[in-house]
């Protein structure tokens, strides 16, 4: 079941009292390099927050000329749009890759696939591979169809991430006992069922891993969005961003700021989320036999 | 020890093949079509086309931009021989060495077995600071650590002097800000493979006096191969398709200092106007993908045989 | 622990999802609009051509009133493309490959007009052109840059040209002369280094180098001063090869040398900086710097409507010069000219109602306006001489217009651009490390190109 993390950090509390000076010795060490740590990951984050409210921002690190003028000035008007835009895109990839993985993910896992050892590999190293290089022929047929915009570019992006989720529900599902799934059979559920209200819920660590990642990848996605969007209102925060350090006149204020609101959302989304999808990152079915 | 008739023959295989159905499983095939059919046609299908735009001569523009042509083995020729090419590579490999494998790994594995023993609101802490840097779109990162380490940023002033670090040693700033980008990631990965690692093991081999550290290294890492090398192959591969994040900072400069595969590729296909050469770079970077992929499933094929997480080791 | 509701999660997730399809299948092209009225659609920069959004905002909405009041029956469709020169020219690469996306109208960067025209996407103009008087304005060079295979398929709407621009005050302060007349180029080597002696805080010089503004630093920086020098060429159209070794390139790559051994040039990481180009506005405003090669938008940057940087003092601390040749060979100007211009789609559906919409576009008050709100020079010469563009930034706008004529265009060819980052490559290589010697400079990128190339496209001149 969901294991959450402090359930094992006590795991080696209850050795035999050795010295009480190679224990503090001990706590020192591991507790002092894990903020050591901590602070060299928070360090670049700096500029990001004194930037954001320095009427005089420039790309140096530097004492703010304090205003809040930045901050409010990227939650409306065009900011917010592309805010919106972001979500709306987002929402679409993630339904996109978790409903096709969770499908796909118990297939691939339970059902007699012809092939499917070396389609799971085929599909991992379907992960490294650069959007960059098939963007221009995705171009293309999206122009032919009249798909340039959107919801069509949030398809593609749930596509870009569908690998790697598929990769992470078919493992969580192989860490389903079978047993509950045939007794749901027995009660005569059909398939759907079975998959609905025994297997997700179980399984559920791995699939929230994958529609986090597919978030995401969603919401940080920039050269497809940046080739597939062409109306102005459609852009998303990448492109507004982009644009922004582009144009003729750079504020960086108003960078600083938008990408603190634009990176928001995610940061909220893994505060909600922590505990449930934690677990889900486990190669638990590779360890368990 | 041989694997038992009936265990599974490795853990990505699926857990129905081992019975031996032969008949077709119309309604496995119906559950993976979405995901089959998605895949298909905008995935494998645009790569295919790369594949074949590799070797023709169209341009972004230009009088062969609507009429192309298969050129044959002019592109290839042209690739052996250039000089870019082999240079690209082989930055490639030391930002995917360097970062995915060595400093990811590394530090999320430090990460990992740190925040087991530390005090709980550290815990918490560090972890949210470590995984949101992992959730911030890459054009953020990027941002952020060009702000970082620019002139006047705050790794220059720390370091003292005014310097630009950033242009003194792109490669190595573009590999920490991948690190820093990824580790969240590995963090977890990681600290899930670690929790499955059985107390009564851990326990049993301090009970021998073992030190920490010795347990760490011939108890816990063994046991824990298979999460680690599946975390190097995904770590580098979602290196590999990191492209936002060098593209904002460096743009593969200066000079080609950090021009890896898929900058040069997207530089070839987008500044330059070469599509069919952009693509053929951009094919090299999936075949590195695919070598990686293979290599993996070679690694990880012997770890199989033998781990019994009951405690019972090989 | 919460407990999780399959079942509701599940249908909620998809009804939203659907939702949120709905709502953005209802905000598609705009292709789907009234049926009756005709559309016509336009495509051009929304952040990197005018000076500010806001400025980009004014001119098209103008443009589109006027458009629409003008023809009742015809709509005009704004498609705004964000991101840098590279992104607007690649954006419009895609659009024009399917004559659904393709727009009717286009603002396309000079440099790469002759890519487009080569491409088939592009209707010839010059049965239009053939009966408008303000075409007759253009100076020659400039009608010859929409220009391919004979055919006319652009006209400009701006250029881009460059000067030297100098700090008055620090001039004084180091008993430099003003106003400042360098003849050649050791004329500014002199006062650089006067600089560097009398106020060793100050960059006695700003000079593009590298290939973080790609293109746009050659034309703003070392294109300049190629333009000056005795062998300018940069594609050999008797061999057809590109010149990667000339005395022309080479005096180039001295005067960065120079610059840059003596320690007189910017320090790197503003060089290197992806706004590179715009740093020298905010260094000489700032009294940091005292000479930079600029370029025409600079005076209208310090006006209080563009404010990028806000500089009221401007007229009374900058001068502005034209930058001298080489040697000082008639006739002592050298400079790039390159600029955006509007192109017609060969695809489109209404050929009539785009090329009214250009012609709108060239009208004298809209030239000036772009020309204020954007920092271009206007290349019609009447246009150039009325006081709205002359008096909106003086004296800068006079003089910007006074070498216009001088101006040399980059080649058409979209190998050009390798060329150019070959340039780039050699400019920044001497910038960052400056014991390259000017041989060594050369080799870098000559090897370039060759490498890109291939050896057979290129050439020395002697």
């Not at chain 1, 008007?77 to 796909?104: H, K, M, R």
């Not at chain 2, 995901?35 to 023709?56: D, K």
């Not at chain 2, 590394?106 to 023993?117: D, E, S, T």
């Not at chain 3, 180009?277 to 009294?287: D, E, K, M, N, R």
Request: aromatic share 10%; net charge neutral; glycine share 8%.
């Amino acid at each position: 079941m969901i294991q959450s993390a402090s359930a094992v950090a006590d795991g080696n509390a209850g050795g035999p009292p050795i010295a009480d000076v190679k224990k503090t010795r001990e706590w020192f060490v591991t507790n002092g390099l894990l903020a050591i740590i901590g602070l060299a990951f928070l360090a670049p984050m700096l500029w990001l927050a004194l930037a954001a409210v320095d009427a005089n921002a420039g790309w140096a690190l530097q004492l703010p000329h304090f205003t809040l003028a930045n901050l409010i000035a990227v939650t409306r008007g065009d900011y917010l749009q592309a805010l919106l835009n972001t979500l709306e895109i987002s929402l679409v990839a993630t339904g996109v890759s978790t409903i096709a993985g969770v499908f796909g993910g118990y297939a691939l896992s339970r059902r007699n696939i012809p092939l499917s050892d070396e389609l799971m590999v085929g599909v991992l190293f379907l992960t490294g591979i650069p959007v960059a290089i098939m963007i221009v022929p995705v171009f293309e047929v999206f122009a032919k169809y009249d798909l340039l915009s959107l919801v069509p570019t949030g398809v593609f992006l749930g596509v870009t991430s569908l690998p790697f989720a598929l990769w992470l529900i078919k493992t969580a599902i192989d860490a389903v006992p079978k047993e509950l799934e045939e007794a749901a059979t027995i009660e005569r559920a059909n398939i759907l069922q079975v998959i609905l209200h025994v297997t997700v819920p179980v399984a559920l660590p791995g699939i929230f891993a994958a529609a986090i990642y597919s978030f995401i990848n969603a919401w940080g996605a920039f050269l497809p969005p940046l080739v597939l969007i062409s109306d102005p209102s459609q852009a998303t925060g990448p492109l507004k961003i982009y644009g922004l350090i582009g144009s003729a006149a750079v504020r960086y204020g108003d960078i600083a700021a938008f990408s603190i609101v634009y990176s928001l959302p995610v940061v909220v989304l893994y505060i909600l989320m922590s505990r449930p999808f934690s677990g889900g990152f486990s190669m638990g079915g590779a360890v368990k036999g | 020890m041989r694997p038992e008739n009936g265990e599974r023959r490795g853990w990505w295989k699926s857990s129905a093949a081992a019975d031996g159905e032969q008949q077709l499983d119309a309604v496995g095939i119906l559950l993976l079509l979405p995901a089959t059919l998605l895949l298909v046609v905008m995935f494998i299908g645009p790569v295919g086309f790369a594949f074949y735009l590799g070797v023709t001569n169209i341009a972004l523009v230009g009088p062969t931009a609507q009429h192309f042509h298969f050129t044959g083995l002019k592109n290839l020729h042209r690739l052996v021989n250039d000089r870019l090419f082999w240079e690209s590579l082989k930055l490639t490999a030391i930002f995917l060495g360097a970062s995915a494998v060595v400093g990811v790994t590394i530090i999320g594995m430090a990460l990992a077995v740190l925040m087991q023993h530390a005090v709980t609101w550290l815990r918490t802490v560090v972890g949210a600071i470590v995984v949101v840097a992992w959730m911030l779109p890459p054009i953020t990162a990027a941002l952020l650590w060009y702000a970082f380490s620019t002139t006047g940023g705050t790794l220059s002033l720390l370091s003292g002097s005014d310097s630009d670090i950033l242009n003194d040693f792109p490669m190595t700033i573009v590999c920490l800000a991948n690190i820093w980008s990824t580790a969240g990631f590995s963090m977890l990965v990681l600290s899930s493979g670690l929790r499955t690692v059985p107390a009564e093991v851990l326990e049993a081999g301090k009970m021998e006096g073992a030190s920490r550290w010795q347990v760490f290294r011939s108890l816990t890492l063994p046991i824990m191969r298979p999460t680690i090398v599946t975390n190097v192959l995904l770590v580098t591969l979602l290196s590999l398709a990191n492209f936002s994040l060098i593209y904002i900072m460096t743009a593969g400069g200066p000079g080609n200092a950090t021009n890896i595969l898929p900058i040069y590729s997207y530089q070839q296909a987008f500044q330059f106007n070469k599509l069919a050469y952009g693509a053929l770079l951009g094919d090299v970077v999936v075949i590195i993908a695919t070598v990686f992929a293979y290599l993996y499933v070679r690694v990880s094929r012997p770890s199989r045989a033998g781990y019994r997480p009951q405690g019972k080791l090989a | 622990m919460v407990q999780y509701k399959p079942r509701h999660l599940a249908s909620s997730f998809a009804a939203l999802a659907m939702g949120v399809g709905l709502l953005g299948s209802s905000g598609i092209s705009g292709r789907a609009l009234a049926a009756d009225k005709t559309v016509i659609s336009v495509a051009y920069g929304e952040t990197y051509v005018f000076d500010t959004e806001d400025l980009t905002k004014k001119w098209w909405n103008g443009v589109k009133a006027e458009f629409e009041a003008k023809f009742p029956d015809a709509t005009l469709q704004l498609v705004p493309i964000g991101g840098g020169y590279d992104d607007i020219t690649n954006k419009l690469s895609l659009l024009y490959r399917s004559s659904r996306t393709a727009p009717d109208v286009a603002q396309i960067a000079t440099p790469v007009i002759g890519q487009f025209s080569s491409s088939g996407y592009l209707l010839p103009l010059d049965s239009y052109l053939a009966d408008e008087a303000w075409w007759k304005q253009f100076p020659k060079v400039i009608q010859g840059e929409g220009v391919f295979q004979g055919k006319t398929y652009a006209v400009n709407t701006g250029e881009n040209d460059s000067q030297l621009y100098y700090n008055m005050d620090l001039f004084k302060k180091a008993g430099l002369p003003v106003p400042w007349t360098p003849h050649n180029w050791n004329d500014i080597l002199n006062a650089a280094r006067t600089i560097k002696a009398k106020l060793p805080h100050i960059i006695p010089v700003w000079l593009n180098a590298g290939s973080s503004s790609g293109d746009n630093g050659i034309l703003q920086g070392a294109g300049n001063l190629l333009a000056g020098s005795t062998v300018p060429t940069i594609y050999d159209k008797k061999t057809q090869k590109w010149v990667v070794d000339s005395p022309g390139l080479r005096e180039v790559l001295d005067f960065y040398h120079s610059v840059y051994s003596e320690g007189m040039g910017a320090n790197l990481s503003d060089l290197f900086s992806p706004s590179a180009v715009t740093i020298p506005l905010t260094l000489i405003a700032q009294g940091k710097v005292a000479i930079t090669f600029g370029s025409n938008y600079y005076g209208g940057n310090w006006t209080k409507l563009i404010c990028s940087p806000c500089w009221a003092d401007a007229t009374k601390v900058a001068g502005v010069v034209p930058i001298p040749t080489v040697d000082g060979h008639s006739p002592d100007i050298a400079t790039t000219v390159g600029g955006w211009d509007f192109a017609v789609s060969a695809s489109t559906k209404s050929p009539h109602y785009a090329w009214e919409l250009v012609k709108l576009m060239e009208s004298d008050i809209n030239q000036i306006n772009a020309a204020n709100w954007a920092g271009f020079v206007p290349a019609n010469q009447l246009i150039v001489k009325e006081p709205a563009f002359v008096d909106f930034a003086p004296p800068y706008n006079a003089v910007s217009a006074q070498v216009l004529p001088y101006g040399v265009i980059s080649p058409a060819s979209g190998d050009y651009l390798v060329w150019s980052h070959g340039l780039q490559e050699a400019t920044g290589a001497l910038a960052q490390h400056p014991n390259t010697t000017v041989d060594a400079a050369i080799g870098v990128m000559s090897d370039y190109v060759s490498n890109q190339l291939d050896s057979s496209a290129v050439e020395t001149l002697k």
